[in-house]
Structures are given as structure tokens and as C-alpha cells.
């Protein structure tokens, strides 16, 4: 199962071509499941440029699989654990929220589909967190 991280939505709907999108692309005519979470859905209503992009996006996002965090205390306490034991080690993570959505990922279990730097950074530290590989064939 996948989670299809803001970066990668951001790209898809600007037609922007690379690996992630490319991905994203072949998991939706495949119809493969995947999901979001409450922070990418506010993420992406953020950006709309008009409210008639705003309506489509609530009706369209609003159909799709969410994820959560599994408790609200301990959840919030790993995903700041993954934010100090990256700057412990001298890795910067832009945002916080980055480390909620691997938090996310991991007590899910599902591999995060993302165009996100952070993301490779926090994998880096945090055995746990599976990142999309696009293998070369």
C-alpha cells in the first residue's frame, strides 16, 4: 500500500515529469490502492488557486483512503523522536510535518511515494520508514 506524499500531487497536477509522478501515474491506471493523510489534504487545499480548484479538490481528495496516526500521544512523541535523532545526527528537516507523515507511514506500514528530499534525509536515520525505489530494469 502506498502514501502519495503532497510533493507528488503538487508535480501530478503540474504535469511535471520525473520518477515520482511517472510512478504515480502507472499506480493510478493500475488502479493500485493508496491514500493520504489529513496533513497532505490540507496541504493540497491550501494551494488551490481558485475556489472552484478548492471544490474539486475537497470532492476529489475527499474520496480517497486516510491514514492516521495510531495514538495521539505516543504518535506526536516518535515523530518528534525522528526530527531530534535527525538533528542529533546534523540532518536538517525542513518541516515538522514531514515528520508526522513518516510517522504515518511507518505505524501503517506503507511505502511513502514522495518527491521530497526530507524524506531520504529521515530514512536515512529511521530504519523504519519505506521509501518508493524506482528499480532500473
Known amino acids: 500500500m502506498f502514501l502519495i506524499d ?3 500531487w503538487i508535480d501530478y497536477f503540474r ?5 515520482a509522478v511517472e510512478y504515480f501515474s ?12 489529513g496533513i497532505i489534504y490540507q496541504e493540497l487545499l491550501q494551494g488551490a488557486a481558485s475556489q472552484s480548484d478548492f471544490t474539486h479538490l475537497v470532492n476529489y481528495l475527499g474520496t480517497q483512503r486516510f491514514y492516521h496516526l495510531n495514538d495521539n500521544v505516543t504518535s506526536y512523541q516518535e515523530a518528534a523522536k525522528i526530527y531530534f535523532n535527525c538533528r542529533r ?3 536538517s ?15 501503517n506500514d506503507l ?10 534525509r529521515i530514512s536515512s536515520i529511521v530504519s523504519g520508514l519505506k521509501l518508493f525505489k524506482k528499480t532500473v530494469a
Do not use: M, W
Request: glycine share 4%.
Open 89 to 91: 545526527k546534523g540532518i
Open 6 to 8: 503532497t510533493s507528488v
Open 26 to 37: 502507472e499506480l493510478l491506471d493500475e488502479e493500485t490502492p493508496f491514500g493520504i493523510t
Open 15 to 19: 504535469e511535471k515529469n520525473n520518477a
Open 111 to 120: 511505502i511513502l511515494l514522495h518527491n521530497d528530499e526530507d524524506y531520504n
Open 93 to 107: 528537516i525542513r518541516s515538522t510535518l514531514d515528520c508526522l507523515i513518516a510517522q504515518i507511514a511507518i505505524e
